[in-house]
């Protein structure tokens, strides 16, 4: 069975008390500039907009590409600066229908919550060695997880008269190493209600793995040419996955069994005013359950990226990003448990983003979405499809980030709004507009 990706939702007086807490929010985190320093600015001495579209991330511009590919460890000469970082979501969420039953410890609509507090180490840690670890504490589930994790060890030499940089990556979720926001782990929406309702369903490289594995890959790129990268996860034991939170032991695909190989190759072309991305992505595993014997399901992913970024004079900057990746399905241990009716399955995923932001400050971004598959009554019940497909909306604005805003560069923060509407709901049209999502947002980094 496909890993799940499902995420977990009244009145005016709801609504006032996220008012204010949105304030509150605001209040406290411009308080004290020392306490709104993201340690990567603080690093580099740069503003937040000369890696970030719209001055917030974590969609980058080319510098941020590169800044990640060398490993985090880029500075602006002077001593190291300790890499401590932290970041708070507040949400509010809508929905067409309330949703019975409601979220655990929330209503049946109209939520407003606090949905992520994160501490990050996240910057260069010695020569030629950075970090991204991220800790995050749920207000939706009350519950403390290791989030995601990338250490990075590079080093910069010459190859075929190219300079190029060689690295490693110590990472606990596929494609969060990835540098293009095109692949699952970082590509559009950068943030989601964790109170609305989601599709069940998404090829395993969407997610499927995410801090339930242990991997390493070692990649080459060459400057303004080829990226390459190649490696492999193992997975994690069932004490460690249920002392950090990340998944129930039982679910099905809990346990990665064996390893399983990730590869990568892109091409990357940066023309100061504009660039341009193009690359594919494949990663095999096989998955089991704690605790139980018998044959795996086998799951091989493979994918394929493009996106061209305008930069302009950064006054008006477009992106169009576009991602299918095609997941071929091997489900003997899942027809043998009787979850399963077919073990021989295919998943497709096709997703395209285009946005606009203008002065680094207000940004609107649009995405279809389609996810498709064969027909399974028994692992799709009581629909059996996993299709889903819809539009996202989202407008949004970034008032502090760049180099002459007030706070420069210690003041962050985000403002949006988020529309989504479904065509198709978990395989059936029938009563899959319910499922449509109003979300208001507040996103601080300090």
Request: aromatic share 12%; net charge neutral; charged share 15%.
């Amino acid at each position: 069975m496909s890993p799940s990706l499902a995420f977990r939702s009244a009145s005016s007086r709801r609504r006032t008390g996220l008012l204010a807490a949105l304030i509150g929010l605001l209040a406290w985190m411009t308080a004290d500039p020392a306490l709104a320093v993201p340690s990567y600015s603080r690093q580099t001495g740069q503003e937040c907009a000369t890696c970030h579209v719209g001055a917030f991330g974590p969609q980058l511009t080319p510098y941020g590409v590169k800044f990640k590919i060398g490993g985090y460890t880029e500075t602006n000469g002077e001593d190291t600066k300790i890499p401590l970082s932290g970041m708070a979501v507040g949400t509010f969420t809508h929905t067409q229908a309330n949703q019975s039953p409601p979220p655990a410890r929330f209503s049946t609509n109209d939520n407003a919550a606090v949905q992520e507090l994160s501490a990050f180490v996240a910057g260069k840690l010695m020569d030629h060695v950075g970090a991204f670890a991220q800790v995050t504490y749920s207000g939706i589930d009350r519950k403390l997880v290791l989030d995601n994790v990338d250490l990075r060890i590079t080093f910069d030499a010459t190859l075929l008269d190219r300079n190029t940089t060689f690295g490693l990556s110590i990472n606990n979720n596929p494609t969060i190493q990835d540098p293009f926001n095109t692949l699952p782990a970082w590509r559009y929406p950068f943030v989601t209600s964790d109170l609305a309702p989601s599709p069940a369903h998404a090829p395993l490289l969407d997610g499927g793995l995410e801090g339930r594995v242990i991997g390493a890959t070692a990649y080459a790129s060459m400057d303004n040419g080829f990226y390459a990268e190649a490696g492999g996860y193992g997975g994690l034991s069932r004490g460690f996955l249920q002392a950090v939170n990340v998944i129930d032991p039982t679910d099905p695909g809990s346990r990665l069994i064996g390893g399983a190989p990730y590869g990568r190759l892109a091409w990357f072309k940066d023309m100061r005013s504009q660039a341009v991305s193009l690359g594919i992505v494949a990663m095999s595993a096989d998955l089991g359950v704690f605790g139980q014997r018998g044959r795996a399901d086998h799951y091989r992913d493979i994918g394929a990226d493009l996106a061209y970024q305008y930069l302009g004079d950064r006054t008006h900057v477009f992106t169009v990003a576009t991602s299918f990746i095609h997941e071929m399905q091997q489900l003997d241990g899942s027809v043998r448990s009787g979850a399963a009716a077919h073990a021989t399955q295919t998943m497709e995923q096709f997703n395209v983003t285009g946005s606009y932001t203008f002065d680094k400050t207000y940004g609107l971004t649009a995405k279809y979405f389609n996810n498709w598959g064969s027909a399974d009554k028994l692992l799709y019940a009581p629909t059996g499809k996993p299709d889903n497909s819809g539009l996202m909306f989202q407008a949004d604005w970034s008032p502090f980030g760049k180099e002459t805003s007030w706070g420069a560069p210690w003041a962050n923060v985000r403002v949006g709004v988020q529309y989504t509407a479904y065509n198709k709901f978990d395989g059936t049209t029938r009563h899959a507009s319910d499922n449509n999502t109003l979300m208001g947002f507040v996103w601080t980094a300090f």
